[in-house]
């Protein structure tokens, strides 16, 4: 039914940038909030971003606020998160969710997710 797919992580160096891709494969993507987050091993998930479904209001983790940035395409079922300067403390595994109510996604409870792709920052 509905799966979810990112892609775009790697290893970069502090302060470059990196655009992580969403790719939605399903009916559900249009009518669904969207959110962001990150985790590492033995270490709780983190809230990054989050964009809704038609006003595409946008929410970002305070981490990260200034510096990434979320947005999405409904007609392509896609979603991204744009991220600058980053960081070591960014290094993580990033996972994609959907689902609503808005509320709902933004604390964790979106209905799907993806596998995750893994962003690795260095100086």
């Known amino acids: 039914q509905v799966r979810l797919t990112e892609s775009g992580g790697r290893w970069t160096q502090t302060g470059t940038s990196l655009k992580l891709s969403c790719s939605a494969s399903?009916?559900?993507?249009?009518?669904?909030?969207m959110a962001w987050f990150r985790q590492n091993p033995g270490k709780e998930r983190e809230f990054v971003a989050a964009i809704s479904r038609y006003s595409f209001t946008t929410r970002y983790g305070d981490a990260v606020k200034g510096r990434f940035t979320i947005s999405r395409d409904n007609d392509e079922n896609m979603g991204w998160l744009e991220m600058n300067d980053l960081k070591v403390e960014d290094s993580a595994t990033y996972f994609c969710?959907?689902?609503?109510?808005?509320?709902?996604?933004?604390?964790?409870?979106?209905?799907?997710w993806g596998q995750g792709t893994q962003v690795s920052v260095s100086s």
């Open positions: 969710t959907i689902g609503q109510p808005f509320s709902a996604v933004v604390t964790g409870g979106g209905d799907y």
């Open positions: 399903g009916g559900a993507f249009s009518r669904s909030d």
